[in-house]
């Protein structure tokens, strides 16, 4: 079982950057591939982007490529969420999760869950 704890999130100008953070505990971090998502009020989860068990490979929801840049540390069991050129729609609440390949865009697909850390982006 792996537990995960957001951080990081705030409020942010357009056009603003912030780096989310993901710690895990447990020794299983390593095993999982761990995805992105966020969550704005009235919408259902959306992918933002994953991460593969080694770090090599990522994918990432057309609407933050280029501008969304996710990397993890195994050795420090954390995962990481780079936001550039933050914009208003990029509003809602994040959440990373860990499940079984990078290449899952789809919520029910991911094991575990965070908390959740609100970012706001407005001037």
């Known amino acids: 079982q792996v537990q995960l704890v957001e951080s990081g999130g705030g409020l942010v100008q357009p056009g603003g950057s912030l780096r989310l953070s993901c710690a895990a505990s447990g020794r299983t971090f390593r095993s999982y591939a761990m995805g992105w998502f966020r969550q704005a009020p009235g919408e259902e989860r959306e992918f933002v982007g994953a991460i593969s068990r080694g770090g090599g490979s990522t994918s990432y929801a057309d609407s933050v490529k280029g501008r969304f840049t996710i990397s993890r540390d195994n050795a420090k069991n954390t995962v990481y969420l780079q936001m550039n050129s933050l914009k208003p729609e990029d509003t809602a609440v994040y959440y990373c999760?860990?499940?079984?390949?990078?290449?899952?865009?789809?919520?029910?697909?991911?094991?575990?869950w965070g908390q959740g850390t609100q970012v706001t982006v407005s001037s």
């Open positions: 999760a860990a499940g079984g390949s990078y290449q899952y865009t789809v919520f029910r697909q991911y094991d575990y």
